[in-house]
Structures are given as structure tokens and as C-alpha cells.
């Protein structure tokens, strides 16, 4: 079983930075995709960057420019860091992780913007 557990989000004012860390566990012999995904109330869950083993990286067009995903394959542990974070981008920040060929998702972590 692989486990994901998400850690880093919190309440902060428009402008200001978060960084959110989602570390895997458990039985992994590979881990390709690693990526973050949010959802805020009412709406879908959306893509917000995604980083391959190789260190390739995508970004929705929403982010770029101020959000950076990166990855310690040491530590099978994906990062994210916001900066210039505004109030739309209040959401449930979910990990997610292709390991072993199969899906995991973390349990959320709320990231709150105040303006």
C-alpha cells in the first residue's frame, strides 16, 4: 500500500507565499508523475502543475510564473511553492502520484487567501 501525505498549507494574505509538500510512503518501487491538483468550492478539480521523474514540469496557465513544483526522488517527495498567491487561489490542494503504474491521492490540504 502507498500512502500520501500532504503537509504545508494555511491562511495567508494576498500576495504573500505558501509552500505545500506531499511526501509518498510505503511499498514503491517507482514513482513517474507527481503532481498537484486543487478544487475550489463549486468547482472542479483542476491541474495545477505536474513534474515527471525526469524533472519535466507542466503548469496550468493560471499559475505559471508564480507557483514552482519540484521534487526530491530521494525522498519521493513533491513540492510547491506559491508566491504572489491571490484570493483565487483558495482551494483544497490535492497531491497526486503515479506509483507502481497506479494512482494515489493525498487527503488535501486547505490553502486559504485573504484579501
Known amino acids: 500500500q502507498v500512502q500520501l501525505v500532504e503537509s504545508g498549507g494555511g491562511l495567508v494574505q494576498a500576495g504573500g507565499s505558501l509552500r505545500l509538500s506531499c511526501a509518498a510512503s510505503?511499498?514503491?518501487?517507482?514513482?513517474?508523475?507527481m503532481g498537484w491538483y486543487r478544487q475550489a468550492p463549486g468547482k472542479q478539480r483542476e491541474l495545477v502543475a505536474s513534474i515527471t521523474s525526469g524533472g519535466s514540469t507542466n503548469y496550468a496557465d493560471s499559475v505559471k510564473d508564480r507557483f514552482i513544483i519540484s521534487r526530491d526522488n530521494a525522498k519521493n517527495t513533491v513540492y510547491l511553492q506559491m508566491n504572489s498567491l491571490k484570493p483565487e487561489d483558495t482551494a483544497v490542494y490535492y497531491c497526486?502520484?503515479?506509483?507502481?503504474?497506479?494512482?494515489?491521492w493525498g487527503q488535501g490540504t486547505q490553502v486559504t487567501v485573504s484579501s
Open positions: 510505503g511499498s514503491i518501487l517507482s514513482i513517474h508523475v
Open positions: 497526486k502520484a503515479r506509483v507502481n503504474y497506479r494512482d494515489y
